[in-house]
């Protein structure tokens, strides 16, 4: 069970990891189902419908959280979802459930760690999201590939999708040559790699261009 919402930099590391796990099992001569938690926003169902991965999608709604009212309302769906998929975990008893961030992750964890369903909560953050912070006193320990000072920080490697790597991409093999590399996981990464190279553009035809500009 894979349970991610609300942000490519939550969702596409899901996949990333559910694959990594579906072929490690495959290896094994083990067929493994995967089953997506998400919510329901537009991004959220986009990047589903574009998956097709999965045996099972479940779009949970949440509110989103703007003021008293929403918070009173988002409380009270977290504990309807935690119920729901308390029945259907007892029922289909997974294997394994990832999270990687998002809301949805909350409700998912408390119900697979009170029937001692393993999970793996991913922190993908410099800091702890909403979702670490509430199910952390649950969890045996979290990965991340960023440094925690906690115990039950575990170092892990950050799930990228290799797959839109260009063909032969390799790595610098000039030590020499300053190299920059810019990586982005969320729904602002595309307009940030457009600002970097456009600034790399400006840089090529004026040296002097970062003396004028502060970042």
């Given at each position: 069970v894979l349970a991610a919402s609300g942000s490519g930099g939550h969702?596409?590391?899901?996949?990333?990891?559910?694959?990594?796990?579906?072929?490690r099992l495959s290896k094994k001569n083990i067929q493994a189902n995967l089953v997506l938690i998400t919510g329901d926003q537009a991004l959220d169902k986009n990047l589903a419908q574009n998956k097709k991965i999965?045996?099972?999608?479940f779009h949970c709604k949440l509110a989103k959280r703007t003021g008293l009212v929403?918070?009173?309302?988002l409380c009270a769906q977290i504990l309807f979802l935690f119920c729901k998929f308390f029945i259907k975990f007892l029922w289909s008893r997974p294997e394994l459930v990832i999270t990687t961030g998002g809301v949805i992750s909350i409700p998912v964890i408390y119900a697979a760690r009170l029937l001692r369903i393993p999970v793996n909560a991913y922190e993908l953050n410099?800091?702890?999201?909403?979702a670490t912070t509430a199910a952390i006193p649950l969890l045996p320990y979290f990965y991340s590939p960023f440094s925690y000072e906690h115990a039950k920080w575990r170092p892990c490697h950050y799930p990228v999708r290799l797959e839109h790597l260009p063909s032969g991409a390799q790595a610098p093999t000039n030590k020499k040559k300053f190299t920059l590399f810019i990586q982005g996981g969320s729904q602002?990464?595309?307009s940030l790699n457009r600002i970097m190279c456009n600034a790399f553009e400006a840089y090529l035809t004026n040296k002097n261009y970062f003396d004028k500009k502060i970042f």
């Open positions: 969702l596409f590391p899901a996949f990333v990891l559910g694959m990594e796990e579906k072929e999965f045996s099972e999608t929403s918070h009173i309302a410099a800091t702890f999201g909403l602002g990464s595309r």
